[in-house]
């Protein structure tokens, strides 16, 4: 007996909210770990005392793959708005800079893990200076350099891409472009600037899951 075929796979509309939880997490870890890493050596002491501190980065240092997943479903949200208008130049930019942001986020992940275990297990003693400098240099230079300038340049292509297609409101894309040219260039100036990106991700995540999903389908081509 011959099966019936097969329906086609619908991107389900709750993918939209899968920006806004991802934007979530993803802040929370930044802040987290941001406020949690002591400064210099000295500051381990203090770190170490403050126990709630400590708790609330290792959720959130948990909770980060978990936010990385849910924005491969925002990633595939968006895709699907863009349908068979899709560019393949574009797309190329648009998923690998993507795929390197997640990369990025889960080797920042894991190297702010590996500071925080390192400084757990060192007790009352201080670590040594060497050891220290570089396991915060390097958390701090993947949180604010390379990570930053990956999503700057995902929110450059998903604005021009949202924009030429007529899938982006005016307002959409004037809010696009600074956050991209804020993450490629000024990130690593203005300290905390890499909040940015996770709030634009919120911001896109709540247009997608208000938005008619009928819109979506018929997106406008405009002129190249």
Known sequence: MRRPPGRPLRTPRAAGAAGILAALLLGGAMIAVRRAIPATPLD??????????RHTLKLALILLPYGGILFLWFMGAMRDSIGRFEDKFFATVYLGSGFLYVASLYVYGATATGFQLTLDKAGTSLPSADVFHYSRYLTVALL??????????????????????????????????????????????????????????LTVGCFL?????????????TDT
């Open 44 to 53: 381990v002491a203090a770190y170490l005392a403050d126990t709630t501190s």
């Open 209 to 221: 899951l208000t938005r008619n999903p009928d819109d979506l389908d018929n997106p406008e081509e």
């Open 144 to 201: 604010a350099e390379y990570a930053p300038r990956m999503a700057g340049v995902f929110v450059l292509t998903t604005t021009t891409i949202g924009t030429r297609l007529g899938i982006m409101p005016r307002w959409l894309t004037l809010l696009g472009y600074p956050v991209a040219l804020t993450l490629l260039f000024l990130v690593s100036i203005l300290p905390w600037t890499e909040l940015i990106f996770p709030l634009w991700v």
